[in-house]
Structure formats: C-alpha cells, structure tokens
T-cell receptor, first 116, second 111 residues
Framework: DAGVIQSPRHEVTEMGQEVTLRCKPI?????LFWYRQTMMRGLELLIY????????DSGMPEDRFSAKMPNASFSTLKIQPSEPRDSAVYFC??????????????FGPGTRLTVL | KQEVTQIPAALSVPEGENLVLNCSFT??????LQWFRQDPGKGLTSLLL?????REQTSGRLNASLDKSSGRSTLYIAASQPGDSATYLC??????????FGEGTQLTVNP
C-alpha cells in the first residue's frame, strides 16, 4: 500500500488566494483526519470524517476553512481566502475505526503551506 | 479538556544508552495511546499503539507502557542509535477517534 497520499507537498500563495489541499487515505480505511502543525500550537485536529461524513469540525479555525470527502478515497481541505497566519504544515491521516477498538492513525507526508 | 504533557522537551544521549521518554495526560478516560516519531520536515510515523485495556506494547528496541489510573505512559528505547534521533510524540485517543498530542520530546543520539 502506498500509504496516505497528499498533494501538493509544498504550496506558496499570496494572501487572498484560494488554496486546496488534497488527500487520498489508505484503501479500506473509514476514518480521515485533517491536522495542522505550527511551532506555536503544535499539532491540532481540524476536522475528521467517519464513512465520508464529517463528525467533528470544532477544530476548524474559521469559516474560511472548509473540508469535503465526496467518496471513500478522496478528501479536500480548502482555505478561501488565505491569510499569512494560515502558513503551517497540514497533515492528513486515516485509520480503520471499528466499534470498541480504535486503531492506529497513519499520517501522510504533509503539505507545507506558505501564504505571503 | 484532555491535556498531554511530554517530559523532557529535549534529550541528548550518547549512542548505546537506554532511555525513557515520559508522557502524562489529565483525563484517564482514554481509548488508546499512540507514540509517533517525526523526522525534521517529515510526516509522523506510528511506532506503537496501546489500547486502553493493555499495559504495554513492544516493537524491536521500543517498549511503551500505559498506566491509565495515574495518567502516564513511557516509551523505553533500548541501545539507542544515531538513527533514533527525531522528535517523539505521544497522542492520546479519546471518544470519536480524536487524538490529542503532546508537544514532543526532541531526541538526539550522539555517535
């Protein structure tokens, strides 16, 4: 298995532009997570999906952020309009959630976003 | 709100030494605990997962223990090597598969 795939790996954009980050989870996994990592705040959970349905988006910082999961093999995180304070590394992770047993989360390589 | 603390924040040891990284959490109602490794500029690599019903897990030179009642976990690394140099993150799993991360321990193993 190729693991969790994220694209692009690096993104540099100007303030006010729309940014779309993409994620392909591990095949067969039914949970998908979007995290943000910064020096100041460490790793923060933004949103997660179970079976393509958003379960908890309380970590999404503002209405400028939105996430979708149209099918089991694809998810997007969109920022519109982007601001310099959105600069961070964005990670996608997936896991197989099954009843009582919470399984390992596997992380993608991340997208390093720089907003100028 | 679950809070996760890792001590020490940084650690430098000579090659071959056995070492212990510590993780503590405030709410003992957890589902699991996961240890990750992060190399500079890279993503997170899962090292060990301990379910709430388990006391420890082992993988090669790594051993992780869990004491839910005291809100503590330790990651033991035996016979450390320079290739073990990385940041080690502890993450606690709570309801709904949510993971809460500590700030990490930055480990340097000197040849």
């Amino acid at each position: 298995d190729a693991g969790v795939i994220q694209s692009p790996r690096h993104e540099v954009t100007e303030m006010g532009q729309e940014v779309t980050l993409r994620c392909k989870p591990i095949s067969g996994h039914n949970s998908l997570f979007w995290y943000r990592q910064t020096m100041m705040r460490g790793l923060e959970l933004l949103i997660y999906f179970n079976n393509n349905v958003p379960i908890d988006d309380s970590g999404m910082p503002e209405d400028r952020f939105s996430a979708k999961m149209p099918n089991a093999s694809f998810s997007t995180l969109k920022i519109q309009p982007s601001e310099p304070r959105d600069s961070a590394v964005y990670f996608c992770a997936s896991s197989l959630f099954g009843g009582v047993s919470y399984n390992e989360q596997f992380f993608g390589p991340g997208t390093r976003l720089t907003v100028l | 709100k679950q809070e996760v603390t890792q001590i020490p924040a940084a650690l430098s040891v000579p090659e071959g030494e056995n070492l212990v990284l510590n993780c503590s959490f405030t709410d003992s109602a957890i589902y699991n605990l996961q240890w990750f490794r992060q190399d500079p500029g890279k993503g997170l690599t899962s090292l060990l997962l301990i379910q709430s019903s388990q006391r420890e897990q082992t993988s090669g030179r790594l051993n992780a223990s869990l004491d839910k009642s005291s809100g503590r976990s330790t990651l033991y690394i035996a016979a450390s090597q320079p290739g073990d140099s990385a940041t080690y993150l502890c993450a606690v799993g709570t309801s709904g598969s949510r993971l809460t991360f500590g700030e990490g321990t930055q480990l340097t193993v000197n040849p």
